[in-house]
């Protein structure tokens, strides 16, 4: 059996999700009353892990960047119609891979339309580069580790990526993903079984 790498290991790490912080849910009632020096506040707090979740889900910085603005804009429209039932971080999250699932539909619309090769389009994604000092193999690690992920069916994706990448708790990502907590567990396990088992396959 292939022994799998540090870069892998990542998808089996789970931290819970830090308490709800007082003052954003005072910042939060400010932004609904229409405060947007607080509703700015809030955009700085979440923007870099909204971007960065769009640009793992994209694969594509351009797209993930104008993505997240879009989030943004969609976070301040609903403002007043949000509870604080969820917290404000998987609310926004809801909101980013909603639209995610938009662009990568259009995106894959444009593709098929194009006469561009599919093997050419997943042999050189675009997708966010990574800081000059990363070294080499941990790199071609996270690359392939990329590629794994986008293989796996949507549902699976977005739990394993939920719960792993943007740390949030399996109640967390239920409310995100709208299912049962039992069925993010479920959701979460395939994802592993399958990705370690295209892992293994590639070698």
């Known amino acids: 059996m292939t022994a799998l790498p540090a870069s892998i290991d990542l998808l089996f790490v789970e931290t819970e999700a830090a308490p709800h912080e007082s003052v954003e849910q005072q910042k939060?009632?400010?932004a609904q009353a229409g405060d947007m020096a607080a509703f700015e506040w809030i955009v700085q707090q979440h923007e870099e892990r909204?971007?960065?979740f769009c640009c793992r889900w994209l694969?594509?910085?351009e797209d993930a960047r104008e993505v997240?603005?879009?989030a943004f804009v969609r976070a301040w429209q609903a403002l007043p119609e949000f509870e604080g039932r969820a917290r404000l971080s998987t609310w926004l999250y809801q909101i980013a891979l909603n639209l995610c699932r938009d662009r990568a539909k259009?995106?894959?619309?444009r593709q098929r339309d194009s006469t561009v090769a599919l093997d050419e389009v997943m042999a050189q994604p675009e997708c966010p580069k990574q800081s000059p000092d990363t070294n080499a193999e941990w790199q071609s690690e996270m690359q392939k580790l990329e590629r794994g992920l986008?293989?796996?069916p949507e549902k699976l994706r977005a739990a394993l990526m939920l719960t792993t990448m943007e740390h949030l708790s399996h109640e967390e990502c239920a409310q995100v993903l709208n299912c049962s907590v039992r069925g993010v567990e479920g959701r979460i396990y395939r994802a592993r079984q399958m990705l370690m088992e295209w892992w293994e396959s590639e070698g």
């Open 28 to 30: 939060v009632r400010a």
């Open 106 to 109: 259009t995106r894959a619309t």
């Open 150 to 152: 986008a293989l796996l």
């Open 59 to 61: 694969r594509c910085a």
């Open 50 to 52: 909204v971007f960065g």
């Open 68 to 70: 997240c603005q879009d």
